[in-house]
């Protein structure tokens, strides 16, 4: 009695979504940018060096003093929490996310794992195979990635330095699209470093309002503007929207604890997606965030050192890009931690200077990954966050080198 | 020009997942047994007083104290780290589970956040809308929404004191069933509280070969056995397990690291699909973990003590439901975290007692959330594990009263 000849192989098991959202570009990307001796402006990793290391030692070294007894903070900290966070931290992003946008209470606000896992909630929650999601172009690969194992067609909307064409968003609706959620990322955009303007928020959220789509805004860079500050979130306009508030870059990505507020509607689903995902977010993480958010002091001094440390790394990068680059051209960043380059040259594409690069140990991601159908062959993001001075000459140097290289392969 | 005359409420945007998995049946219990003055013997929430605190502690001021420089520990840990996990834990994690079960290397071995992330992790990998699973019947409600939200059609199998009746799945298997995968609690499964045999756990990966299905290992409970050891894992007779190796009941809940071993060919798309989740776990609580489980010392005698803990707390519970709760009918655990009990008066159902010790003070769990097809209204699952003598005392009186004012009640 054999009633499976030939049992099915393991890899023909796979559910059909992990045909879907699969990209190994970024991965490859990040894995070389880490190999020994590599120069990486690649990742969106935040400067080492801006982690308030002695703040947080303090806030640990406080949740530890109070471990006296059962109900002591640090046993509180390494037990079980509610899904949707604890109530401090809740009521912290609540004031940070009022200050920003429209007033919200703690009870539309829930703690994620980063804002990447608020983005694949938001995905879980709104998105049916063949729903529309619409989004810029080029866009963040990771949203890209969840939108798309979520089984979404996807609406690429061109940009300009004033973010989204919420005009060309518009004729796209009027022609009978029905997006589900419209992605943004309101400051600083990743790649292209746009702010999208305070006419155009206004007009996305007429826009979801009329049409009746959820904005997500992605919101990591905010922060992080080098001169003037940050424009309210398009929550101020419209009800329909999602804020996805990442503390990766403005405090330390390491404990993946970010804030979510969604509308009244909305935040009981998204609770009930993450307790089927993880249970909750690591209590010791929202413990210590909600110790230094608490703090009036904290975020204001800190956040202002990152503004003079990464407003001074982007003035030094770009002086050496101007003189050592001239084949590169690119808007100087008003915020965030990017470069958005196009290549002047008709001879050498991103893929070419990628590859020239990586052989000089210099890691550079090209454009390709980033575009959904602009096309992305002669462009490419430098990164220069995370690279000291001596670093950053260095870099730029073998940058100038690889095109040497790029030139002379080519011709 | 109004294309859209009524815009769809938010409410109507929701993806068809969303009323699938859904049950609020546990958020609730565990909310009401949160309330003041509850004593709870409902969730499957670890002896506070368990927790190694001083030696976390010590962990993390050695972590603080490498934090000189850029490249320091305290600053490795609070930064991005590799979706897959830090490489140190990946390697104990692997040397644990070849010291449980077959030999397996780190490449093979996924860092989640929690147990519960791997098993959605593997939900998403394996699931499409109508593919069967085939789970216990009473069976762990968190993965039982998982599988629903995922699309899947659950097969649920009986099982007595020796877990899962494999007889009856293999029935089920040559009467055409063909699950992609079969969930397990090998050891003090919840909420029954039974062990796989050794024979069941052969014929269980017999039949994943011969039927082709992937065993899903679920075993939080494994190293808290009140006498005697554990049983080697499935994967040591089938190449088609995944171990899901939780540390939330043997270390602490609240940093969310857990351990996920998989098959070769399920491993990169297990990482392919965290990394659309949340990017990796959190690394403070990798690198917390990786400094405990690397110490030759900590957890052999760290578990000893739980043993004790938790095993003199059985034993105490038992005494005293088997004097003052003579209507309990259940067997001694052998391990874990409960009792799993049947009512043998037909007076009292499972639900009208839970009222009655909520409103006497004491959560208890019903049998209806765990149970699919099978009959939960006369059984009861009661944890022992959090209370402490005098608790536990009162508890229970707490539990005689209630039975009173039922029987009252219901005459």
């Known amino acids: 009695m054999t009633p499976v000849q030939q049992p099915p192989a393991i890899g023909s098991l796979l559910a059909r979504r992990t045909g879907w959202g699969r990209s190994d570009a970024v991965s490859r990307i990040l894995a070389a940018a880490a190999a020994p001796g590599v120069l990486s402006m690649a990742g969106g990793i935040p400067a ?63 703690v994620t794992a980063g804002s990447q896992q608020g983005l694949d909630l938001v995905a879980q929650t709104l998105i049916d195979e063949g729903d529309e999601v619409a989004l810029d172009d080029p866009s963040y690969l990771g949203a890209v990635q969840v939108f798309r194992r979520a089984g979404a067609r996807l609406l690429p909307v061109p940009g300009d330095a004033e973010g989204m064409r919420t005009d060309v968003l518009e004729q796209r609706l009027l022609a009978g699209a029905r997006p589900k959620l419209v992605y943004v990322v309101p400051h600083f955009h990743n790649p292209t470093g746009a702010v999208l303007s305070e006419e155009r928020r206004r007009h996305l959220a007429a ?15 905010g922060d992080l503007a080098f001169e003037g500050g940050r424009l309210p979130s398009t929550d101020v306009h419209s ?18 604890v970010a804030g979510l507020v969604a509308p009244a509607e909305l935040i009981g689903e998204l609770v009930a997606a993450k307790q089927c995902g ?50 590169l051209d690119f ?5 965030g931690l990017f470069f958005w380059c196009r290549l002047t040259d008709p001879r050498v594409g991103s893929d070419a200077l990628y ?16 575009c959904i159908d602009e096309d992305g062959s002669r462009v490419l993001r430098l990164s220069f966050a995370s690279l000291d001075g001596a670093q950053r000459r260095e870099g730029v140097s073998r940058l100038a080198a690889a095109w040497e290289k790029a030139l002379a392969d080519g011709v």
Chains 1, 2 share one sequence.
């Open 331 to 335: 808007e100087r960043p008003r915020g």
């Open 278 to 327: 993880d249970l909750q977010t690591n209590t010791f993480g929202q413990y210590l965030l909600a110790d230094l958010l608490g703090d009036p002091e904290f975020l204001p001094t800190h956040l202002a050192g990152l503004r003079t440390l990464y407003g001074g790394r982007a003035r030094a990068m770009e002086t050496l890009l101007r003189e050592q680059l001239p084949w």
């Open 355 to 370: 590859a020239h690069a990586l052989a000089q140990g210099v890691a550079i991601v090209p454009g390709t990954p980033f």
């Open 239 to 256: 009800g329909r929207v999602v804020r996805l508030m990442s503390l990766s870059k403005t405090v330390c990505p390491g404990l993946r």
């Open 207 to 221: 826009l979801a309002e009329r049409f009746g789509f959820v904005i997500v805004e992605d919101d990591p860079y």
């Open 48 to 110: 080492p060096d801006s982690f308030p290391v002695a703040r947080l030692a303090e806030a640990t070294d406080r949740l530890f003093a109070g471990s006296a007894g059962s109900g002591g903070s640090a046993v509180r900290a390494l037990q079980y929490a509610p899904t949707d966070g604890i109530a401090p931290l809740r009521e912290l992003i609540a004031a940070r996310a009022s200050a920003t946008g429209s007033t919200v209470g703690p009870d539309r606000v829930m």
